[in-house]
């Protein structure tokens, strides 16, 4: 299995109802709820920090994950708006792989591996 790698960085809103989902580094060095679907993402936060509290966040290996959608074990995951998962289509940008298939609003294991965009 994939190791975990971590990384502690300061909550730039509030994140404590965000537990398992995407968030980006925003311009004030910190980190915010993935606002822009399709795009990139730091990882996935695993705690509940309010803002200016320290969030932790999965960038690489296996993490708990929100699915916006039902997905299919093996598929390839993008990200909402909502900072929630779904399966990619194409051009999207991809930001992981689904190990376990789960229904819309329920956690699933999702191998974190930023790289690059759907064909």
């Known amino acids: 299995m994939a190791q975990r790698q971590y990384i502690t960085m300061i909550a730039n809103e509030d994140l404590s109802t965000s537990q398992y989902k995407m968030v980006y580094v925003d311009g004030d060095n910190g980190v915010k709820l993935r606002v822009a679907a399709g795009a990139g993402l730091l990882g996935i936060v695993q705690n509940k920090p309010q ?45 992981g792989k689904a190990i376990t298939g789960v229904a819309s609003g329920s956690l699933f294991q999702l191998l974190v591996e930023s790289g690059g965009y759907k064909p």
């Open 51 to 95: 803002s200016g509290e320290h969030a932790t966040i999965v960038w690489n290996g296996l993490s708990r994950c929100s699915a916006g959608a039902t997905i299919t074990a093996g598929s390839w995951i993008t990200v909402t708006a909502s900072g929630t998962a779904v399966a990619a289509t194409s051009s999207d940008y991809i930001v």
